[in-house]
């Protein structure tokens, strides 16, 4: 039998279900970023920036939207900064505009 540290190796991604509200809206803003979409299903997405993906859903629950956080780690945060900033998500889908990073405990 084999050991999870045997297993580890044929893991082939972890792709977390994020909720959308606006299904198509939420592929747009995804696109808008850079976001790669392969369509898998009318309410079902993979969304992808080179090896990262996560899977978006036509499906949400108001409670676990609210409580959902994505992590995303980067070499160069400012650079993220200025070009999140730069595509102006506020006014093209009526969302509060991003937040400045800071460094936080």
């Known amino acids: 039998m084999a050991s999870v540290t045997d297993l580890i190796p044929?893991?082939?991604?972890?792709?977390?279900?994020?909720?959308?509200?606006?299904?198509?809206?939420?592929?747009?803003?995804?696109?808008?970023?850079?976001?790669?979409?392969?369509?898998?299903?009318?309410?079902?997405?993979e969304l992808s920036l080179g090896g990262h993906a996560f899977l978006l859903q036509g499906h949400y629950v108001k409670e676990w939207a609210e409580n959902t956080v994505m992590h995303v780690l980067v070499n160069d945060v400012q650079a993220w900064w200025q070009y999140i900033s730069s595509l102006d998500l506020a006014r093209q889908f009526g969302v509060s505009p991003a937040a400045r990073p800071r460094v936080e405990p």
């Open 10 to 45: 044929g893991i082939r991604s972890f792709r977390p279900f994020l909720p959308a509200k606006e299904f198509e809206t939420s592929l747009r803003f995804y696109e808008t970023i850079g976001f790669h979409v392969y369509r898998l299903g009318d309410v079902l997405a």
